[in-house]
């Protein structure tokens, strides 16, 4: 199973970009996206579970970020408003098979099993 990310791009401060991500080929127990930035480690930013009943954000992004799926396209999306130059990173989705979907689990890059190729999101100011 390969996940597919697309959408990025370059866009002003204040801008919107939303990303997509195939996640065709099975069904997983939840999602999430990450992203990296240059010089800096991969950080969660938000993941939904498979019912769509739960969808935490980082702080960074809360507010301004919504995780979304479409079940009849089995993809996932991020929309991004109000974006801002510390923004800018690579976006990687990512989905997991486990059964476990707690707090202190879902934000760690070790819960998910596949993770697409990513894609640059860059915010000029």
């Not at 199973?1 to 970009?17: D, E, I, K, T």
């Not at 996640?23 to 993941?47: D, L, N």
């Amino acid at each position: 199973v390969q996940l597919q990310a697309s959408g990025g791009g370059l866009v002003q401060a204040g801008g919107s970009l939303r990303l997509s991500c195939d996640a065709s080929g099975r069904t997983f127990s939840y999602v999430g996206w990450f992203r990296q930035a240059p010089g800096k480690e991969r950080e969660f930013v938000a993941t939904m579970n498979w019912r769509g009943d739960r969808k935490p954000y980082a702080d960074s992004v809360k507010g301004r970020f919504t995780i979304s799926r479409d079940n009849v396209k089995n993809t996932v999306y991020l929309q991004m408003n109000r974006l801002k130059p510390e923004d800018t990173a690579v976006y990687y989705c990512a989905a997991g098979t486990g059964t476990s979907y707690t707090s202190s689990h879902y934000h760690l890059l070790g819960a998910y099993n596949y993770w697409g190729q990513g894609t640059l999101v860059t915010v000029s100011s």
